[in-house]
């Protein structure tokens, strides 16, 4: 067998498959665009499926790729010498071209041509047929042909070699197995057997059928082949190791863990399980955040599957004694390792790191207060004589601590304990569906609803708002509340699907058209929101205001033109903004959300801090000039591919059909976008920012106007600047002035204030020092004075405390019918037992009152003046019960 490095490896794939006729196709991101039902791609041919289903491929029917995968679905199991929740698939595919005879030719040549493989030690397995499909004769025959020994060839059931989904593409599959010259365990020793004479090394699917939802198969008219080998595990093989953490892509990263730990690779099993674990979980948190989606950790979805990697990395690499350095030193091995087979993550370093570093940071933070909680609902639970901690308690420590439910799930296994996950998702469910509760009918209509779900396929809706705001159509369906009708009369909310509508559909942050829609009798239908339901159809929701409504009736439909006009100059003003955020802060700089109506935009984007007022000016002045530069703003419609070759910025996990909407804004930005626009850049008017602030982790939001809006909001300003003026008696252009003189008087006037106070409070209190009491050889002063603040008495306490030395000091002061209540001690008297805090807590209760604090010094305030001769009475005490 030859030896590779893994950079050597997948070349080597690619460039055998390449010289027989083969396209790479190369590699998609890591995380899933929805389409397949998971949240990332879990195999090379996920991507392809379409095309397996016939659909055909622009780049041929030949391919070949080395796919990075995420699977988390035996994350338990990672720890081992096999598993990882990254690893990467080497695949061919044949779609509808060459099948059985080629692939099997071709798989011998790669084992022993390649990697050379001995022919006398290579097996294989065919599918041995059932009721359902017969024994694959074919794959047998074309295996022996193609070099395999006939002694070699093993018939297994479905079970073993049957590739299918629960209906689609499926077939028989043929594995390939390397023989060790060792004894057969048994008579029945063969490929599957767990005696360690067989070891699988590759795969080839060969979908030849198609499985219908009753269970029945049919032939395809398109056969294809679907060829995948893990890299990291024939890596291992060809380079006769056994454990995957010792091929080159993680053989440094434990050295280094080695080092920094100061413990020894196979030193112990737990020791050995938890640098696995961080060496995967790392792995792949570095590969997600530095994937093309730039993902980042979140409480939903794919994020909170990235959350949970590395949170699970930081409790393991804790456990080897390691830090927040020490992971991020792990990270940049990594990037090293895969800079050159991977661009977007050698690209992306800086965000990889500083996303890393800021999760990280984030859960150490409250990793200590959480293992203390779940130490107390451990205790908790089996004081109670339970070995199951309750979902509540899951539920409290996902939501106050961040602790994903999986990691209770392994902390409390590690104590003997289960976890009560239904009763966990049960709390989850009731956070959602109060959010849920608060819907309001449109919103319910666009989420699921379901009533539009039911109706025929054959009942479309032709969109035409892009070039016009008025047509003619006829009614196709209608709902009232939450059922269809037939009929909406006069007074009655409900929705309307037409055969045609030029409103546009609340979508890719854009809000919905509004305005009418008439009946040829004179009846009215005013329209409130426009939204998208099932099929792809639009919903227009509103109110009969005049007349009725029944099914098949021919009318008008007119969106109101000013609030449209409104809507695309916000919407316009967004694509600039992206682009100029980007030439600010960093090519970093993504969507992560926006929302365009008739009064602002709003855009959501990714980027780590606050932006200075420097970067908010430079940003609007750059989409002020662009909007003066009178751009024209053209719409093409385009191939995916030639869409890609103008730059066009897409938004990523967004759907996007064969065609596609690119919207240009002269040379300045280019962006797929199915919303509407102005046709020229000068019409957005002018463009204000009034805020910036943060929503989420690594996520920042501008908020802005454009148009009409933005010179009310000058307006505005003005209006203010002018009363401002007039209270201060001073011309706008003197405004500043007079407010710094303004301060400077205030400062005078409360400094001064504060000094007659003081002088006032001295005295009110009088010569105090005849009334110092001795308790247990503690100098104590309690005394009571009116009109006082709390600074007012911590300043009196100081001075007090200077002439009585050592000792305690107690005041109270009523202030505008509340009490103050302040308490110091000396360290002399701390020392024989004095505590100002726990001396505040026993004498507040008198005023109506609590407080606390330090040894040397505490407050509290009161509701009731008339306890304050009793609060009084009670520290002398209070005090003496503390001295010793």
């Known amino acids: 067998m030859k030896q590779f490095t893994a950079n050597e490896l997948r070349k080597a794939w690619k460039q055998f498959y390449i010289d027989r006729g083969h396209v790479d196709c190369g590699a998609v991101s890591l995380v899933s665009d929805g389409s397949t039902g998971v949240m990332f791609n879990v195999a090379g041919m996920q991507p392809l499926m379409p095309y397996l289903l016939g659909k055909k491929h622009p780049m041929g029917t030949r391919l070949c790729n080395v796919q990075g995968c995420v699977r988390t679905n035996d994350i338990d199991s990672v720890g081992d010498k096999s598993h990882g929740t990254f690893f990467e698939m080497m695949g061919s595919w044949s779609l509808g071209d060459y099948f059985k005879k080629e692939r099997c030719q071709w798989s011998f040549e790669l084992l022993t041509q390649l990697f050379g493989f001995d022919a006398d030690h290579l097996a294989a397995t065919v599918f041995a047929g059932d009721e ?31 590739w299918g989904l629960e209906y689609g593409p499926c077939g028989p599959d043929s594995e390939m197995f390397y023989v060790k010259d060792i004894p057969d365990c048994g008579p029945d020793c063969g490929p599957g057997c767990h005696c360690g004479k067989y070891t699988e090394i590759g795969n080839d699917v060969f979908m030849q059928y198609e499985k219908h939802h009753d269970g029945h198969l049919t032939p395809l008219s398109q056969k294809n ?104 030193g792990v990270a940049k091995i990594y990037i090293d390792e895969y800079a050159e087979s991977y661009e977007h993550l050698d690209k992306n370093r800086k965000f990889v790191l500083t996303e890393l570093e800021r999760e990280i940071t984030r859960f150490e933070s409250t990793l ?38 999986e990691l209770t799930v392994e902390l409390a296994g590690e104590e003997g304990f289960t976890v009560d996950e239904k009763g966990f998702a049960d709390s989850m469910e009731e956070q959602k569906q109060k959010a849920r ?97 099932a099929g792809g159809r639009t919903a227009h929701v509103g109110t009969v205001v005049s007349g009725s409504f029944k099914n098949s009736d021919e009318v008008s439909l007119k969106v109101d033109a000013q609030e449209r006009a409104k809507t695309c100059r916000n919407h316009s003003a967004t694509h600039l903004l992206q682009k100029a955020l980007q030439e600010v802060l960093g090519d970093h700089v993504e969507q992560a959300g926006s929302y365009q109506d008739t009064d602002k935009t709003r855009f959501d984007f990714s980027h780590h801090q606050a932006m200075t007022p420097d970067e908010i000016q430079k940003v609007e002045d750059l989409v002020n000039k662009k909007i003066a530069e009178a751009l024209p703003v053209v719409t093409e419609e385009m191939t995916m591919k030639e869409a890609k070759k103008t730059g066009a910025m897409a938004l990523f996990g967004e759907k996007y059909g064969d065609r596609v909407r690119v919207v240009k804004m002269g040379d300045f930005s280019i962006e797929l976008c199915g919303g509407t626009h102005v046709s020229n850049t000068s019409h957005v008017g002018m463009f204000k920012i009034v805020s910036e602030s943060g929503v989420a982790a690594g996520v920042r939001r501008i908020e802005a106007l454009t148009g009409d809006n933005a010179r009310n909001y000058y307006k505005n300003v003005e209006a203010t600047l002018n009363d401002a003026a007039k209270l201060l008696k001073a011309n706008t252009s003197d405004v500043l002035t007079q407010i710094k003189k303004l301060q400077e008087e205030l400062k005078a006037l409360k400094s001064e204030n504060e000094s007659l106070k003081s002088k006032e409070a001295q005295a009110a209190l009088g010569d105090v020092m005849d009334s110092v009491k ?111």
């Open 368 to 405: 200590e207060n959480g293992m203390k909680e779940f130490k107390k609902i451990l205790d908790k639970t089996g004081a109670e004589g339970k070995k199951e901690i309750e979902g509540k308690d899951a539920f409290f420590l996902y939501d106050t601590f961040g602790f994903p439910v």
């Open 225 to 328: 082949v679907d060829t995948g080998w893990g890299l990291e595990r024939i890596l291992a093989f060809l380079n006769g190791v056994d454990d995957v953490y010792k091929i080159d892509l993680h053989a440094p990263v434990i050295a280094y863990i080695e080092k920094e730990s100061g413990i020894k690779y196979e030193a112990d099993e737990k020791t050995t399980r938890s640098m696995r674990i961080l060496a995967d979980h790392t792995r792949t948190s570095v590969m997600l955040i530095g994937d093309e989606a730039k993902l980042l950790p979140s409480n939903t979805g794919a994020g909170y599957i990235l959350r949970r990697l590395i949170r699970r990395a930081v409790r393991h690499a804790r456990t080897l004694g390691l830090n927040k350095d020490q992971i991020l």
């Open 132 to 162: 359902n499909a017969p024994r694959d004769e074919e794959g047998a025959k074309y295996r022996i042909e193609s070099g395999f020994k006939p002694e070699n060839i093993f018939y297994l059931p479905a079970e073993d070699n049957w």
């Open 437 to 533: 509760d608060n819907q309001n009918f449109s919103a319910n209509l666009s989420t699921g609803a379901g009533v539009f779900d039911g109706l025929d396929e054959s009942v479309q809706v032709q969109f035409l708002g892009y070039d016009a705001l008025d047509c003619d159509g006829s009614i196709v369906a209608m709902a009232s509340g939450d059922a269809l009708t037939d009929e909406l009369k006069e007074g009655e909310q409900g929705s309307i699907i037409t055969s045609k509508t030029t409103f546009y559909g609340t979508m890719g942050g854009q809000v919905g058209d509004t305005g009418v829609i008439l009946g040829k009798d004179g009846s009215k239908f005013e329209v409130t929101e426009t939204v998208h339901v």
């Open 774 to 884: 001795d308790i247990k050889g503690v100098k104590l002063i309690a005394q009571s004075v009116k009109g006082v603040d709390m600074n007012g008495l911590r300043d009196l306490g100081d001075q007090l405390k200077g002439k009585l030395g050592e000792g305690v000091v107690v005041l109270v002061s009523e202030l505008d019918g509340k009490v103050n209540l302040m308490a110091m001690a000396t360290e002399e008297a701390i020392s024989k037992g004095a505590h100002a805090g726990n001396l505040v807590k026993a004498i507040a209760g008198k005023v109506g009152g609590g407080g606390g604090g330090r040894p040397n010094m505490a407050q509290a305030g009161g509701k009731n003046p008339a306890g304050i001769p009793d609060a009084i009475a009670e520290t002398e005490k209070a005090l003496e019960l503390q001295i010793k």
